[in-house]
């Protein structure tokens, strides 16, 4: 395997993130449509956004997603997202924990985002890899309230220091879900979860899923990019985030946590993944640009204008609420219908109802 400081590889997903931006698939909402109300009988004022996470409360039912940590060069980074999501109240994750608890070093990397945010929503991150003890540690380093554990085996396939076996994933995941005292969240990576394994992972115990389809930070290609000019061919692996959201909702429960995440970087795409049952949306990519490329006001002032542009959408649909939205009339074209069509799901059931 090739020998690469975690450090270096840490500064070059960011870097590559930036360079080679989203997709190059696409998240898929464009083949989603809402019907325009002409009658909605709302104010701005009357639009409630807030939500619950099992008994968590967000006054915003956003999520900036795990994106970097461990090395010192990203505490401004990081401290910068954690201020950022403070201004609005959105939940924030930091990035893969796994190497820091495993090397016991540059905890302060990700300590930053809890000093900044004493009384925000903080999810820890490791690989499903971890054994129970380092995932503990995880979420202690953080006093998290929830903890992200990761899968990417495309990404990992990709890297040329990349794990290449991934036997007893669903096991060791479970032995941390049995052992941990906060809510497990399995999260995808940017290549999306079918059905198939979110049943697995329902009878294993799992409820909280963090979907990560594809669509937004593509991290095979950004792994493709590191050691070669040439294209990966899993650059265009993965289902989308709007496909993978349909997966998601027709097998899970109504206490069953859904987080949207993908490729997501407005209003309006927000909205439709809250018509398709998302409870929280997830997103990274565009916020990190904001900081890195402009500065914090602007990535707070995008994370608003975010908030206001899902209100608007809600008020013409007639949607006061997000259970309101779930229920808003919805057509699909394109695509996603094709591939509804060919998962033999019932599109007029979806579109009449999509809560879980």
């Known amino acids: 395997m090739v020998d690469m400081s975690r450090e270096q590889r840490k500064l070059d997903h960011i870097r590559y993130a930036l360079e080679l931006g989203d997709g190059p698939l696409p998240n898929g909402f464009t083949d989603m449509h809402f019907l325009h109300n002409c009658l909605p009988e709302l104010a701005p004022a009357d639009i409630d956004i807030t939500t619950t996470l099992g008994g968590i409360k967000l006054s915003v039912p956003f999520l900036i997603n795990a994106i970097t ?6 505490i401004d980074i990081n401290r910068k997202l954690a201020q950022t999501a403070k201004s609005v109240g959105a939940a924030i994750a930091v990035g893969s924990q796994y190497g820091a608890v495993k090397s016991k070093s540059s905890y302060q990397s990700f300590k930053v985002v809890r000093e900044v945010y004493p009384n925000g929503v903080v999810f820890a991150n490791v690989s499903a890899l971890a054994t129970p003890d380092e995932a503990a540690e995880a979420v202690k380093m953080l006093d998290a309230d929830a903890l992200q554990v990761h899968l990417n085996p495309a990404q990992e396939l990709v890297m040329p220091e990349g794990d290449r076996n991934f ?5 060791n995941m479970r032995r941390i879900l049995e052992h941990s005292e906060v809510p497990v969240i399995v999260k995808e990576t940017g290549c999306g979860m079918a059905a198939e394994q979110i049943k697995q992972m329902l009878v294993f115990g799992f409820t909280w899923f963090d979907i990560g389809g594809a669509g937004g930070t593509n991290f ?3 792994e493709a990019k590191r050691f070669t000019s040439q ?3 899993l650059a265009e692996w993965g289902i ?3 496909k993978t959201l349909t997966e998601a909702f027709s097998v899970c429960g109504r206490n069953d946590i859904i987080i949207a995440s993908g490729g997501i970087r407005d209003g309006l795409t927000a909205a439709k993944a809250f018509a398709l049952s998302a409870d929280v949306v997830g997103m990274s990519g565009n916020i990190l640009r904001y900081i890195i490329e402009k500065d914090i006001e602007e990535a707070q002032r995008a994370l ?8 608007m959408v809600m008020l013409l649909t007639g949607s006061s609420d997000l259970k309101a939205l779930r229920n808003a009339p919805i057509y699909f074209t394109g695509e996603l219908r094709e ?5 033999n799901y019932d599109i007029s059931k979806i579109s009449a109802v999509r809560k879980r």
């Open 339 to 343: 591939f509804l069509l060919g998962r």
């Open 231 to 233: 294209k990966s061919v």
């Open 220 to 222: 095979p290609a950004i």
């Open 304 to 311: 608003t204008d975010i908030i206001n542009d899902l209100k």
């Open 167 to 171: 036997k007893g994933l669903l096991d």
């Open 69 to 74: 940590g461990g090395t010192d060069n990203v």
């Open 240 to 242: 989308n985030t709007a």
